[in-house]
């Protein structure tokens, strides 16, 4: 029997330096699709798949993560005072219970396996879930939950996978499969950014994970990797001899958000969403295209 998944880990202390100046000064987690920042879709949907504790690896000048999910006394009276109680609304209705808001620090950038070590006082050795808030999915079912679904099936380490380009594998982790592709793909192993011409297969790691806690333990264990860092690839392949591995692809659109292409398809179709704006924005979409040649 699986032990539940109740713990998710969001790997945030990353500088940023692709949207610079924006990022100067905001953290890049804290740039907003329409209306609402990355972190909180990415705690929001972690929450309604069930989980209960929301532990931030952060870094320097990312407090501001923490205080996002704080309550704002000043801001909240004003908007009391004058009886706008939808933004009140809104405000107080991403807030996560008090005492499940967790935060450590990154102090060196050592790669995102060393970012998910860095939480294993809260972690333990349970089960937990790895939440990248740069990989933006707009699903019916929260992809998260969707892993932990499968997790709860299969047991181990579960991943969300996309099929990639051939000529794009060099920019993700890669599964090994032990056979065909499927919606539950079993492997046996996975490459970090392997050459496309050596490249087990073309199914993709995205920012979702589920991991069983020896993963955990591994990292402890793990020696820089590929570009010097601490890879977490590293430590789930040294896991797999123990426990099963599986990929899921996954139901629902994944919106790159750390690419500036990929950010502003996800501000256009996540505004497309809202039916308070859909109209307008499909018009200015078209009066956009309208211009080009």
């Known amino acids: 029997m699986t032990r539940r998944v109740r713990k998710a880990v969001f790997p945030v202390a990353g500088m940023g330096t692709r ?34 504790y929301f532990i931030f690896v952060t870094g320097r000048g990312k407090a501001i993560l923490v205080d996002h999910f704080d309550h704002a006394p000043e801001l909240e009276a004003l908007l009391r005072d004058r ?44 089960p937990f879930a790895v939440i990248l808030p740069d990989d933006l999915v707009m699903s019916d ?40 592709p499927g919606k539950l793909c079993k492997a046996r192993g996975l490459v970090e950014k392997p050459d496309p011409a050596d490249a087990p297969s073309t199914m993709a790691i995205i920012g979702r994970y589920v991991l069983d ?11 820089p990797g590929s570009g010097g860092e601490i890879q977490l690839t590293d430590a789930m392949n ?37 039916p308070e704006m859909r109209d307008k924005v499909a018009e200015a979409i078209r009066d956009i295209a309208a211009t080009l040649k």
Request: net charge negative.
């Open 19 to 52: 949207f610079l100046p924006a990022t100067k000064l905001v953290a890049k987690e804290m740039l907003p699709v329409v209306d609402k920042p990355l972190i909180q879709y990415a705690v929001e949907e972690a929450a309604k798949a069930g989980i209960e």
């Open 141 to 180: 079912r929260p992809c998260i939950g969707q892993l932990i679904d499968a997790y709860n099936e299969v047991g181990g380490n579960v991943v969300a996978v996309e099929e990639v380009p051939r000529d794009q594998t060099n920019k993700y982790g890669i599964l090994d499969l032990e056979g065909p």
């Open 83 to 126: 009886g706008k109680h939808e933004p009140l609304d809104e405000l107080l209705g991403g807030l996560p219970k008090p005492g499940t808001i967790l935060a450590t620090r990154q102090q060196e950038p050592l790669g995102l396996g060393h970012a998910v070590w860095c939480a294993r006082a809260f972690v333990g050795d349970e």
């Open 238 to 274: 040294a896991t797999i001899k123990d426990v099963p591995f599986h990929g899921l692809q996954f139901d629902g659109q994944r919106f790159d958000c750390g690419d500036k292409v990929g950010f502003l398809k996800a501000n256009m179709c996540f505004a497309l969403e809202r």
């Open 213 to 223: 806690g020896r993963v955990m333990e591994e990292l402890g264990r793990t020696k």
